[in-house]
């Protein structure tokens, strides 16, 4: 009986990790090859790490804390824990939007954040850029 569940078991997961699989390849099929490259990941988007390693195409969704510093804005995979809070990294860069803008926008002094925040756009050389259509 042992053998029957290890492989009942095996089998959940082998049905997993398909059924898995084959919801990542849902959405506008950009690349013409069944693959939707650049496509945002279903339930928030990638981390900063995943982010920056990534070698999609076109637009992804990226989830972090974004920090304004009053020199440069930042999406920040950890939020130090200060007050205001600071920028941990890895990051990106942003460019494209005003944080203070944004909805959760807080603000002490010359620094603005947002504590959980997704941006879509593209992902160069450490600078994440957001366009008005896709932010």
Do not use: H, K, N
């Amino acid at each position: 009986m042992g053998s029957f569940r290890g492989r009942g078991s095996q089998l959940a997961v082998t049905a997993t990790v398909t059924a898995l699989a084959l919801s990542a390849c849902g959405g506008d099929d950009t690349t013409g090859d069944g693959g939707a490259a650049g496509a945002p990941v279903p339930g928030g988007g990638l981390t900063v790490s995943e982010a920056r390693a990534s070698e999609l195409d076109g637009p992804i969704t990226v989830t972090g804390f974004l920090i304004d510093d009053g020199t440069s804005t930042r999406l920040c995979e950890a939020s130090l824990e200060s007050y205001p809070p600071q920028c941990g990294e890895p990051s990106l860069l942003v460019e494209g939007i005003t944080v203070v803008e944004r909805d959760g926008a807080q603000q002490e002094g010359d620094i603005a954040w947002v504590d959980q925040a997704s941006l879509t756009g593209e992902v160069e050389e450490g600078t994440l850029r957001v366009s008005d259509t896709v932010s």
